[in-house]
């Protein structure tokens, strides 16, 4: 059974940075896509940004510029490195990963609040 655990969330000012991490442990296998999703007060859950076990990339329109995803395969683990951060950035953080090859998998962590706030 995969369990994945994020990490890094907190309180920041507007224009200020963080960097989420999320570490999955159990055995994963490839092709998988990892992703970051967000869902802020009042908001239905949205995905933030996602890769691949290929390092393929994509951003939600509103993050492009300003949040990087990467992957550590051989740690298992995914980060998300904030910069520029905005009043709206403000949700709760959750890693997602979604496996491919039979039996696949959908599995989520237990999120990281992330608020960004003067």
């Known amino acids: 059974q995969v369990q994945l655990v994020e990490s890094g969330g907190g309180l920041v000012q507007p224009g200020g940075s963080l960097r989420l991490s999320c570490a999955a442990s159990g055995r994963i296998s490839s092709p998988n896509v990892m992703n970051w999703y967000r869902q802020g007060p009042g908001k239905e859950r949205e995905l933030v940004a996602q890769?691949?076990?290929?390092?393929?990339?994509n951003y939600a329109d509103s993050v492009k510029g300003r949040f990087t995803i990467s992957r550590d395969n051989a740690k298992n683990a995914v980060y998300l490195q904030m910069n520029s951060l905005k009043p709206e950035d403000t949700a709760v953080y959750y890693c997602n990963l979604k496996v491919f090859r039979s039996p696949g998998g959908d599995y989520w962590g237990q999120g990281t609040q992330v608020t960004v706030s003067s």
């Open positions: 890769i691949t076990s290929g390092s393929i990339t």
